[in-house]
């Protein structure tokens, strides 16, 4: 592919994914007006500008919509940064720096957040009036950490089911959720890198405590 070529690609992915942010602000602002059956598709493309087919092409339910596009927030650059990470160590063995890469990448990726603090808020006013929206973030959270898991995988040469890679893709969604919680509760007033790494070092000075494996009893009295 030529300079021309990936340019005018670039141009077109850009106008695709402003055209997608358009379609989910114009969804969200109606939901929290009207309520999730308070409006149509055909509203949604009057105030968003474009046609029926144009909202299909992008979006197959106003609930999508809402939601928005799992991979606009994708920077792919930070997640080849992250897999570089892990070249320096032999191939299936967990990278010394895996920890400290997963931190640096966590917060790269919340200083590139595309929303704003405001349309996070509204985003969340809206699941607060239409709960059944939840049963779409878990699949998008679902696709997310399924991504996660691929990377993990790729980066540390190991199988996508290795268990570093399945505590690896529990801990920091749940790092990451109970910040999110922390940093749009009412009232707070500190940054969410400030709550990020504090959950993250609550974390590893819990799991870096002296531990021995139990013994198993129905073992013992097999022997």
Do not use: W
């Not at 602002?29 to 598709?41: A, C, D, F, I, Q």
């Not at 474009?50 to 606009?72: C, M, Q, W």
């Not at 919340?110 to 929206?133: A, W, Y």
């Not at 993990?152 to 919680?181: C, F, K, Q, W, Y």
């Amino acid at each position: 592919m030529n300079e021309s070529a990936t340019i005018v690609g670039g141009l077109r992915e850009r106008k695709r994914a402003a055209t997608r942010a358009v379609i989910t602000a114009v969804a969200r602002s109606l939901t929290s007006e009207r309520g999730l059956s308070g409006y149509t598709v055909e509203d949604v493309c009057e105030q968003a500008g474009i046609s029926r087919r144009t909202f299909f092409n992008y979006f197959p339910t106003k609930e999508d919509a809402i939601l928005g596009h799992v991979d606009d927030e994708l920077p792919h650059d930070l997640f080849e940064e992250f897999l570089r990470g892990g070249h320096g160590s032999p191939k299936g063995e967990i990278s010394a720096s895996l920890l400290q890469d997963l931190v640096q990448l966590s917060l790269s990726l919340s200083e590139r957040m595309s929303s704003s603090e405001e349309e996070t808020r509204q985003l969340i006013g809206v699941i607060k009036k239409e709960p059944q929206l939840m049963l779409k973030i878990i699949g998008a959270t679902e696709e997310r950490e399924a991504h996660f898991a691929r990377l993990l995988a790729e980066r540390e040469g190991v199988p996508a089911d290795h268990p570093v890679v399945r505590m690896a893709v529990v801990v920091m969604g749940n790092i990451a959720r109970h910040t999110s919680m922390a940093y749009f509760s009412e009232g707070n007033t500190r940054t969410y890198r400030e709550l990020l790494l504090e959950n993250f070092e609550a974390a590893r000075l819990l799991l870096s405590q002296p531990y021995s494996r139990p013994r198993n009893p129905s073992a013992e009295g097999q022997s």
